[in-house]
Every structure is written in structure tokens, then in C-alpha cells.
Nanobody, 119 residues
Framework: QVRLVESGGGLVQAGGSLTLSCAAS????????MAWYRQVPGKSAQRGRE???????????NYDDSVKGRFTISRDKANDTVFLQMNSLKPEDTAVYHC?????????WGQGTQVTVSS
């Protein structure tokens, strides 16, 4: 059973920075792609979470246009941990951020960590 432990969320003023981390454990396979999604307040789960950033096993990355140049995703492959460095935060970045991990053919979601950016 894969377990994802997220940390690093909190309250920050606009223009500030936060770093999220997500450590995966318990996988019987190699951890492949890792990513961060966010659930914006007022949007139901049925409307889906939006992809913020993804990092693949080969280290390639992609970002949502809204965070390019401000957020950086990275990973520690030895410890199956993914990070999201968030700089120049804006009030519209306020959301619950969820870690997403693929191992083998299965995907796993973290419980989410709240990020609140005040104006």
C-alpha cells in the first residue's frame, strides 16, 4: 500500500514563498511520474483538480502556464520525494495542493495540504 505524506502548506502573504514536499513509501514498484495538482476553493471535486506541475522519471518537467517562472518541481529519487518550490505567490494560488504519484500502472493521491495566500 503506497502512502503519501505531504507537508509544507500554510498561510503566506502575496509575494511570499512556500515549499511543499511529498514523500512516498510502501511501493512495490519503482516510482515513476510525480506531480502536484490543486483543488481551487469553490470548485467541486467533480470538476477535477488542475495540474500544476509534473516531473517524469527522466527528470523532464511541465508546468501550468499560470505558474511558469514562479514554481519549480523537483524530486529526490533516492527517497521517492517530490518538492514544489512556490515563489511570488498570488492570492489566486490559494488551493488545496495534492501530490500525485504513479507506481507501475497505479496512481496514488496525497490527502492534500492547504495553501492560502493573502493579499
Amino acid at each position: 500500500q503506497v502512502r503519501l505524506v505531504e507537508s509544507g502548506g500554510g498561510l503566506v502573504q502575496a509575494g511570499g514563498s512556500l515549499t511543499l514536499s511529498c514523500a512516498a513509501s510502501g511501493s512495490s514498484f519503482s516510482i515513476g511520474t510525480m506531480a502536484w495538482y490543486r483543488q481551487v476553493p469553490g470548485k467541486s471535486a467533480q470538476r477535477g483538480r488542475e495540474l500544476v506541475a509534473v516531473i517524469r522519471d527522466n527528470g523532464s518537467t511541465n508546468y501550468d502556464d499560470s505558474v511558469k517562472g514562479r514554481f519549480t518541481i523537483s524530486r529526490d529519487k533516492a527517497n521517492d520525494t517530490v518538492f514544489l518550490q512556490m515563489n511570488s505567490l498570488k492570492p489566486e494560488d490559494t488551493a488545496v495542493y495534492h501530490c500525485w504519484v504513479r507506481d507501475g500502472v497505479t496512481v496514488h493521491w496525497g490527502q492534500g495540504t492547504q495553501v492560502t495566500v493573502s493579499s
